[in-house]
């Protein structure tokens, strides 16, 4: 970890113990990713805070401090659901509709979680972003219409694309090659560059090794998840199997 990103962690946590010492009641944060959250559960005691984003699969949510009496409900979340419509042929993404926000100045804290669909988006945000939300008519060049009275769609289910292959050993290095895919060298480069997390936390070690279930990203390429690892084969190879976020 960079000298940067330590500094800054330092503040993160900083903020965090000041709201826990002052908070008599509830306080809230702006929308914090899943590394934030599992950086201020280090300093937090259990029953002392919630996190929560709007839906159950969240990854990125508010995190409220409160009495322990005091646990919040769902509803008590400064959490604004944007629902924008638009025709089913006009294919809008995640990155779209995150450059219309940004391009209205609105920061990166008061945005959660991005659930994208055919002729559907719904947005979580909080603050000035519902409202600067409210007013936006199209998404690039994509008419669409905006409303923050739906409910958050239950029926919504994350798209992903399985990804398969074999290795030698569930090494970070090796599953990177069969997810991206890219050569080993490559693969290599961008764990040395600090563009790959590992359930949420940077990784820099090509052997690290990876079970079922771990959850990574690399910046420019996306979000997987390692679905499966099989049993050895005769070759004592491992068959396994990679979900991408899409």
Request: charged fraction near 25%; glycine fraction near 6%.
């Amino acid at each position: 970890m960079n000298q940067k990103q330590q500094d800054a962690d330092k503040i993160f946590l900083a903020h965090i113990q000041d709201m826990a010492e002052r908070s008599t009641w509830q306080s809230f944060t702006g929308f914090l990713d899943q590394r934030q959250y599992l950086l201020a559960k280090t300093v937090l005691s259990a029953g002392s805070y919630r996190f929560f984003g709007g839906w159950p699969e969240a990854e990125r949510g508010i995190l409220c401090i409160h009495a322990g009496y005091a646990e919040p409900e769902d509803s008590d979340f400064p959490i604004t659901c944007l629902t924008f419509t638009f025709r089913e042929s006009d294919k809008l993404t995640h990155r779209d509709m995150l450059g219309s926000l940004m391009a209205q100045q609105i920061q990166r804290s008061l945005i959660g979680d991005i659930l994208v669909s055919d002729g559907k988006i719904q947005c979580f945000v909080t603050g000035a972003a519902a409202e600067i939300g409210m007013q936006i008519t199209k998404i690039g060049r994509t008419g669409v219409k905006v409303t923050d009275t739906l409910p958050f769609d239950e029926n919504f289910h994350q798209e992903k694309k399985e990804i398969s292959g074999t290795v030698s050993s569930p090494r970070l290095d090796a599953v990177l090659k069969v997810a991206l895919p890219l050569s080993r060298e490559a693969c290599t480069e961008l764990i040395a560059r600090q563009l790959v997390m590992l359930n949420y936390q940077e990784v820099t070690e090509n052997s690290r090794l990876l079970k079922a279930g771990d959850v990574f990203s690399v910046r420019g390429y996306g979000k997987f998840r390692l679905q499966s690892i099989s049993m050895p084969t005769k070759k004592n190879r491992l068959h396994i199997v990679i979900e991408k976020y899409l």
